[in-house]
């Protein structure tokens, strides 16, 4: 028996993977936020998109290149991969303006959405445990962004916004797994779409960049591709109702990048808001685990 290939081994390196994702995608917004003082939004979303490209072609054979982009749900996949730039914007305006680890924890609502995009688009029975986690999630995002108090900040409302269009890609990625689409497909999709999207846009809003600024963007085309390049292998080997709980990793390294790199220290308001949003997430990803 190949002990290596046994389902505890399977999922073992499934959450291994999601979790260097999680540190991965908390990157993707520290390098966001590095080049958003000399570059536009549309030139960081670009970038995201464009310098992902050559990664996602060197990690993918060649004799598959010529049916990479091949799909029976064209539509579907054009939706799917236009619902991330909506993401991608709302997080390159946030982290411009607010600490990392905040614009990222109020993005964390999106599991909380996505229960209840669940119950309403697709019919799914929700348990009374993952509503109440919701609503101990949604009292977790007021508590981070205080609205009325001195600290509250009219810019988050760029990562709810992100994370409704978060929640959204959530959803239409399970359509097309329902489908039978493959995940490489849905990625190839995604980042072609959006660096053609993107590119008028960059264009449009072009920023003198530096040598600097061009390592920054090619670093976080490189991350954005690895990332989501993790993502879709760790999923290949546990399923998702494991994977989810471990996401929550993305919160904890955006409060380490965002000490050792910005400086930002979260005050105690905004610790006791991680912390509730990461127990109500973990509470809804395990009660829709098998």
């Known amino acids: 028996m190949d002990v290596s290939a046994s389902p505890a081994n399977e999922r073992l390196r ?12 908390a990157g993707i917004d520290a390098f966001s936020k590095l080049l958003a003082p000399t ?22 054979p060649p004799s598959r290149w010529p049916v990479m982009f091949r799909t029976a749900q064209p539509r579907l996949q054009l939706v799917r991969a236009l619902v991330p730039m909506g993401t991608s914007i709302s997080m390159v305006v946030a982290v411009r ?9 109020i993005l964390f609502a999106a599991p909380f959405l996505v229960v209840a995009l669940s119950a309403v688009v697709l019919r799914e029975r929700v348990p009374a445990a993952s509503w109440i986690a ?15 108090f001195s600290a509250f900040s009219e810019y988050l409302i760029f990562p709810l916004i992100g994370a409704l269009f978060f929640a959204l890609l959530q959803i239409v990625t399970r359509v097309l ?18 660096s053609v999207l993107a590119t008028p846009f960059a264009i449009a809003t ?15 085309g490189l991350v954005f591709g690895g990332a989501q390049g ?29 000490m050792i790199v910005f400086g930002g220290v979260p005050d105690i308001w905004s610790l006791v808001g991680i912390a509730m949003i990461i127990v109500a997430g973990v509470t809804v990803a395990r009660s829709k685990s098998p």
């Open 134 to 148: 919701v609503f101990v999630g949604f009292a977790a995002v007021l508590l981070v962004a205080r609205p009325g």
């Open 206 to 220: 072009w920023q003198p960049v530096s040598t600097e600024g061009w390592l920054l963007m090619v670093g976080l």
């Open 97 to 105: 303006h607010l600490p990392l680890a905040e614009a990222t924890v």
């Open 177 to 194: 797994r329902m489908r039978g689409e493959s995940a490489h497909t849905t990625l190839a999709w995604t980042l072609a779409t959006g």
């Open 39 to 60: 570059q536009s939004v549309g030139q960081i979303v670009w970038a995201r998109y464009t310098m992902a490209l050559p990664l996602l072609f060197a990690t993918t």
């Open 230 to 258: 993790l993502m879709v292998r760790a999923l290949a080997h546990a399923p998702a109702g494991v994977l989810t709980p471990f996401t929550y990793t993305q919160i904890i390294a955006a409060v380490v990048i965002g």
């Open 14 to 25: 499934g959450i291994l993977l999601i979790v260097l994702a999680a540190v991965l995608f």
